[in-house]
Nanobody, 126 residues
Framework: QVQLVESGGGLVQAGGSLRLSCAAS????????VGWFRQAPGKEREFVAA????????VHADSVKGRFTISRDNVENTVHLQMNSLKPEDTAVYYC???????????????????WGQGTQVTVSS
């Protein structure tokens, strides 16, 4: 099965940038849709961005559109989330998740993702 590990989180000032990475093990990872979700303390998990297994489609939440960009590198078996112009409201634990391979999914739906990483903390100071 697919195993995911997030990295790249940290503490940055408002307006700064971070690049999150999701490293995967599993030969079918390139055929999985991948999503990024975040959860702040005391709040529900929120969709951030996703990319289709074919790599042909991406979706970004309105709250991050124009600031965050999701991409994937199948050679490295990784998915990245480039985060620019960070705001204090972006502070959360960020999780990557993968769908079943070669399966059409609604990219924004958490129920479409059976595989989840452990999360990486992003803290944006004002």
């Amino acid at each position: 099965q697919v195993q995911l590990v997030e990295s790249g989180g940290g503490l940055v000032q408002a307006g700064g940038s971070l690049r999150l990475s999701c490293a995967a093990s599993g030969r079918t990872f390139s055929a999985c849709a991948v999503g990024w979700f975040r959860q702040a303390p005391g709040k529900e998990r929120e969709f951030v961005a996703a990319i289709s297994w074919s790599g042909g489609s991406t979706v970004h939440a309105d709250s991050v559109k124009g600031r965050f960009t999701i991409s994937r590198d199948n050679v490295e078996n990784t998915v990245h989330l480039q985060m620019n112009s960070l705001k204090p409201e972006d502070t959360a634990v960020y999780y990557c998740a993968a769908s079943l391979p070669r399966t059409p999914v609604v990219l924004t739906d958490t129920a479409q993702y059976p595989y989840w990483g452990q999360g990486t903390q992003v803290t944006v100071s004002s």
